[in-house]
C-alpha cells in the first residue's frame, strides 16, 4: 500500500510557474514508476509525465512536453512536476500515481493515486 500526498498548488497568472510535489509513504517508492496526471472539470483525467523507477527515463505529453519537468529523489519519497509558461487551459486538478508499470501513460496502469492538488491559472 502506498498513500500520496500532493502539494504546491494554487492561484498563478498566465505565463508563471508551479513546482508540484508528490510525497509518498512507505518504503518501496522506488520501486514504483511515478506519473502525473491531471482533470478539468467535466474532462477526462489526462496524462501528463512518467518516470521510472531511477528517474533515468522521462515521457511527456504534447500538451506539456518542452515546459514541464518531472523529477524524483527516491531518498526523500517524492516526485516534483516543474511546470513553467502556465496557460489558463492548465487549470485543473493536478494528480500524482504510482505504477508497476514502466512508461505507463494510461490512468488504468496506476495502482495508487494522491487525492489532487488544484492549480488555477488566470488570464
Known amino acids: 500500500q502506498v498513500q500520496l500526498v500532493e502539494s504546491g498548488g494554487g492561484l498563478v497568472q498566465a505565463g508563471g510557474s508551479l513546482s508540484l510535489s508528490c510525497v509518498a509513504s512507505?518504503?518501496?517508492?522506488?520501486?514504483?514508476?511515478m506519473g502525473w496526471f491531471r482533470q478539468a472539470p467535466g474532462k477526462e483525467r489526462e496524462f501528463l509525465a512518467v518516470?521510472?523507477?531511477?528517474?533515468?527515463?522521462?515521457d511527456y505529453s504534447d500538451s506539456v512536453k518542452g515546459r514541464s519537468t518531472i523529477s524524483r529523489d527516491n531518498a526523500e519519497n517524492t516526485v516534483y512536476l516543474q511546470m513553467n509558461s502556465l496557460k489558463p487551459e492548465d487549470t485543473a486538478v493536478y494528480y500524482c500515481?504510482?505504477?508497476?508499470?514502466?512508461?505507463?501513460?494510461?490512468?488504468?496502469?496506476?495502482?495508487?493515486w494522491g487525492q489532487g492538488t488544484q492549480v488555477t491559472v488566470s488570464s
Open positions: 500515481a504510482a505504477s508497476r508499470v514502466g512508461g505507463a501513460k494510461m490512468a488504468s496502469e496506476y495502482l495508487y
Open positions: 512507505g518504503r518501496s517508492f522506488s520501486t514504483y514508476v
Open positions: 518516470i521510472n523507477w531511477s528517474g533515468g527515463h522521462t
